[in-house]
């Protein structure tokens, strides 16, 4: 079984070191795409109304937290475009919410590089895992987690 397509540039597991940090995105946050994914996904008031979520804990309108991944993701995906592509990802562990993100706030990732592992049973691939940390445009870590991705071999 061949897993690996001729069409894509996959980015070859050998060339992550422990500690090798990578800086990528600029996500502009909206009010009204916040409001959007908010209908649609995390209907909750300090999500969708403006003058409500000055009452919340949050003091205004702020992003779910599962957007604030979604945009994460997206960001991850324009990297991988320029950059080459994984293989996929078993998942995310730690996840955390630092603070809120709000409308006018520009996001950024960070990932550093925490362990990489060769396949026991699949020589073909390995296992790197980094923690990725996302900032908004005070610098200050807004979301936080520890990502596996799977990369193929040379």
């Not at 003091?59 to 950059?83: E, I, P, R």
């Not at 592509?85 to 950024?108: E, F, K, Q």
Request: glycine share 6%.
């Amino acid at each position: 079984m061949t897993i690996i397509s001729k069409e894509v540039n996959f980015i070859p597991f050998e060339s992550f070191k422990v500690g090798q940090k990578q800086n990528f995105g600029a996500y502009k946050v909206t009010k009204n795409e916040i409001i959007e994914f908010a209908k649609k996904y995390d209907p909750q008031f300090f999500h969708l109304d403006e003058e409500a979520a000055k009452s919340s804990l949050f003091g205004g309108l702020c992003a779910s937290g599962w957007h604030t991944c979604a945009m994460t993701m997206s960001m991850m995906v324009k990297q991988m475009n320029m950059h080459g592509r994984s293989l996929g990802s078993p998942g995310i562990d730690n996840l955390r919410w630092l603070l809120p993100v709000c409308p006018g706030d520009t996001l950024s990732v960070e990932m550093e590089v925490t362990d990489t592992k060769p396949s026991n049973s699949r020589p073909e691939i390995g296992v790197v895992t980094s923690l990725v940390s996302v900032k908004n445009d005070k610098n200050n870590n807004v979301m936080q987690f520890i990502c596996k991705v799977i990369f193929s071999r040379s």
